[in-house]
């Protein structure tokens, strides 16, 4: 966040004016600035680095993909992504995941949960009130780290926070609370949302692949997070 101000600012692209003018009318009504950009080139006209703090990106920008903008972003920044796409666009979220968008909201969507999702992005990247620690019995460990179900937060040995998104955070909770038991590749698409069905291998895959990069010391043997061919996948708390 920067020094001078006490609010985020959230940069806005869409290319639509009505939705512009409404996103930035929700963001001030929650605590926020708002800056709008029709466009790409509106984006980059900010400055480099750009002066926001997270990015809220709409896919289908008029002659252009609002991917290209977030890939930009992911490599030169370490801005927070949101990313809005319609309905049917399910093959531009899986590859949101993969440039490393923080998360995506389907439209037409809630507008107090887009807030709470953009809340929670800021927070993980340290932005926003002091984190709340968590009750007793509101944590889950596993080999060094810990899983806080109250901040929802993913902790190392040093209590240090390991960013995952909103997708990521949710699959590795229900890992977390599904241990020793093969769970299938339906069940976890079931958890993660009905949306994203037509596309639940690819999906899945991006998803454990990036779990695994984040929990498993050796990413490509895991021990915690491991593959059941043909079945699913098994998640153990204490390694056998």
Not at 15 to 23: A, G, H, K, Q, S
Not at 160 to 168: C, H, Q, S, V, W
């Amino acid at each position: 966040m920067q020094a001078d101000r006490a609010q985020p600012l959230i940069a806005i692209v869409d290319d639509d004016p009505n939705v512009r003018e409404t996103l930035s009318a929700l963001m001030q009504e929650s605590g926020f600035d708002a800056v709008c950009c029709a466009g790409i080139a509106a984006f980059h006209a900010l400055g480099d680095p750009p002066p926001v703090d997270l990015a809220l990106i709409d896919l289908r920008l008029r002659g252009e993909s609002g991917l290209t903008l977030a890939i930009h972003i992911r490599e030169r920044y370490q801005l927070p992504i949101v990313m809005l796409t319609g309905i049917g666009d399910e093959i531009d979220k899986i590859i949101g995941l993969e440039t490393g968008a923080d998360d995506y909201m389907i439209k037409p969507f809630n507008p107090r949960e887009l807030v709470a999702r953009i809340r929670a992005v800021l927070r993980r990247y340290g932005h926003g009130a002091a984190r709340p620690s968590a009750a007793p019995g509101q944590e889950i460990g596993f080999g060094d780290l810990r899983l806080d179900v109250q901040s929802r937060r993913l902790l190392d040995k040093d209590g240090e926070e390991i960013p995952l998104t909103n997708a990521e955070y949710r699959l590795l909770e229900y890992f977390a609370r599904n241990p020793n038991r093969v769970i299938p590749r339906p069940e976890l698409l079931e958890e993660l949302g009905s949306d994203m069905q037509r596309y639940v291998d690819r999906t899945i895959d991006v998803l454990i692949l990036r779990l695994r990069r984040k929990i498993e010391a050796v990413p490509s043997k895991p021990v915690h997070l491991q593959t059941r061919r043909a079945q699913g996948y098994l998640f153990q708390l204490t390694p056998g």
